[in-house]
């Protein structure tokens, strides 16, 4: 339960990092290293509630998350068109989120490939369950949450 005056001190604290905006619903950020990287943190009733970790310059893989964190519990491709479907893999007992985007191999029917070189875009921290990630407003309405079944095609 970290308030955003704390998160705040912490984040002023890292001397890597230069804050973007800060109000009373979240903060963002940057590094100073590339100005590009960064991420961002929203609040609720002044608590932080959620943290998105950006990894887009960074090249991060799914098979390096999976070697610290083992596969993800979920898979929901979310937001398809243009031949491209936003995709998260879920980690409901780490309370983490993973946004990867991937080809859409079924033309917007939510169809795609994971691979263990697919590229994460964004990682988001949130309290532990599957019940909070289902809060979100952007995955309330999709409803294709897919058990993992392994590297291969969804659905």
């Not at 704390?6 to 001397?15: D, E, Q, V």
């Not at 532990?128 to 079944?149: A, C, H, R, S, V």
């Amino acid at each position: 339960m970290t308030t955003i005056e704390k998160a705040l001190s912490i984040l002023k604290n890292i001397p890597t990092i230069k804050i973007k905006y800060q109000s009373e619903l979240g903060i963002s950020w940057i590094s100073k290293e590339d100005n590009t990287t960064g991420g961002f943190l929203s609040t609720d009733n002044g608590v932080v509630s959620i943290i998105v970790l950006d990894s887009v310059y960074s090249k991060l893989t799914l098979e390096k998350v999976v070697a610290t964190y083992g596969y993800p519990s979920y898979v929901e491709p979310y937001d398809c068109r243009d031949g491209m479907c936003a995709t998260m893999l879920v980690y409901p007992d780490l309370g983490m989120f993973m946004d990867v985007f991937i080809e859409d191999l079924g033309i917007g029917r939510h169809k795609v490939k994971i691979q263990p070189e697919t590229e994460v875009g964004r990682i988001s921290l949130i309290p532990t369950g599957l019940e909070n990630y289902k809060k979100i407003p952007t995955f309330q309405d999709y409803g294709i949450l897919m058990e993992w079944k392994g590297y291969g095609e969804y659905p």
